[in-house]
């Protein structure tokens, strides 16, 4: 199997540090714009891209893992493409992933104020706070090339997603990881995947906030080995 890894907003492949290391058959992407070339418009577009870019390097028995907005592109690409996809591993997200309209302003604004953009990558390092220190600075500078443009496209492709009605579509059996303490998607966005998914297993990790992933690597990379070992 194939286990490929799509970041969230204004992310990168460094969001899956830890999972590309410890998976040998794991490949982490870098979608369009983050930082090369020009990003997509939604999340329809971005699940296209990565269909292509699976397709280009001849992945067959793909597992598709999404933080995020990774995960609304690979629920995306699971509900269109049904028979490419074997497994689902989705990290902090939702079948709809609303963006509260402080958070655009603050990117919109600091992608034209220096002063703002300050705030912006501050507010950034926050939400890193409980990664390794070595980690977090690779992530933050590449946050920062990536830049607060294409963190508010994403946004807005995130705002704009709504699967609500359709989730029930996603045939692929699931693994949903969830932090008890991400605030930007939130637990229950985690029990109603688990709910609506035709064959899903729900892991919780106390402490952990919506960059889970980062911040509890071994458990979370374990609760991926038994779900990989159960699709084998």
């Given at each position: 199997?194939?286990?490929?890894?799509?970041?969230?907003?204004?992310?990168?492949?460094?969001?899956?540090?830890?999972?590309?290391?410890?998976?040998?058959?794991?490949?982490?992407?870098?979608l369009?714009?983050?930082?090369?070339?020009?990003?997509?418009?939604?999340?329809?577009?971005?699940?296209?891209?990565?269909?292509?870019?699976?397709?280009?390097?001849?992945?067959?028995?793909?597992?598709?893992?999404?933080?995020?907005l990774?995960?609304?592109?690979?629920l995306?690409?699971?509900?269109?493409?049904?028979?490419?996809?074997?497994?689902?591993?989705?990290?902090?997200?939702?079948?709809?992933?609303?963006?509260?309209?402080?958070?655009?302003?603050?990117?919109?604004?600091?992608?034209?104020?220096?002063?703002?953009?300050?705030?912006?990558?501050?507010?950034?390092?926050?939400?890193?706070?409980?990664?390794?220190?070595?980690?977090?600075?690779?992530?933050?500078?590449?946050?920062?090339?990536?830049?607060?443009?294409?963190?508010?496209?994403d946004?807005?492709?995130?705002?704009?997603?709504?699967?609500?009605?359709?989730?029930?579509?996603?045939?692929?059996?699931?693994?949903?990881?969830?932090?008890?303490?991400?605030?930007?998607?939130?637990?229950?966005y985690?029990?109603?995947?688990?709910?609506?998914?035709?064959?899903?297993?729900?892991?919780?990790?106390?402490?952990?906030?919506?960059?889970?992933?980062?911040?509890?690597?071994?458990?979370v990379?374990?609760?991926?080995?038994?779900?990989?070992?159960?699709?084998?």
């Amino acid at each position: 199997m194939k286990l490929v890894l799509v970041h969230g907003s204004g992310g990168s492949s460094l969001s899956y540090h830890y999972q590309t290391r410890h998976f040998p058959d794991a490949v982490a992407v870098d979608l369009p714009g983050h930082p090369h070339g020009a990003p997509c418009a939604s999340v329809e577009l971005y699940a296209e891209w990565l269909r292509g870019y699976i397709g280009g390097r001849g992945y067959r028995d793909v597992v598709l893992g999404g933080h995020s907005l990774g995960g609304a592109v690979v629920l995306t690409y699971a509900m269109k493409y049904p028979d490419e996809v074997r497994g689902l591993v989705l990290v902090g997200t939702g079948a709809r992933l609303r963006v509260h309209p402080d958070v655009l302003a603050e990117c919109q604004a600091a992608a034209t104020d220096k002063a703002a953009r300050q705030r912006w990558l501050q507010a950034r390092a926050a939400n890193y706070a409980k990664v390794a220190p070595d980690v977090r600075g690779m992530l933050l500078q590449k946050t920062d090339e990536i830049g607060p443009a294409v963190m508010h496209g994403d946004l807005v492709c995130c705002d704009r997603f709504d699967i609500l009605e359709r989730i029930g579509q996603v045939r692929a059996r699931a693994l949903i990881c969830q932090g008890d303490e991400d605030v930007m998607t939130p637990v229950k966005y985690g029990r109603f995947l688990a709910e609506k998914l035709p064959s899903a297993t729900l892991e919780v990790f106390p402490g952990g906030t919506h960059q889970v992933m980062l911040e509890q690597p071994d458990a979370v990379n374990q609760a991926i080995g038994r779900f990989l070992g159960a699709l084998r």
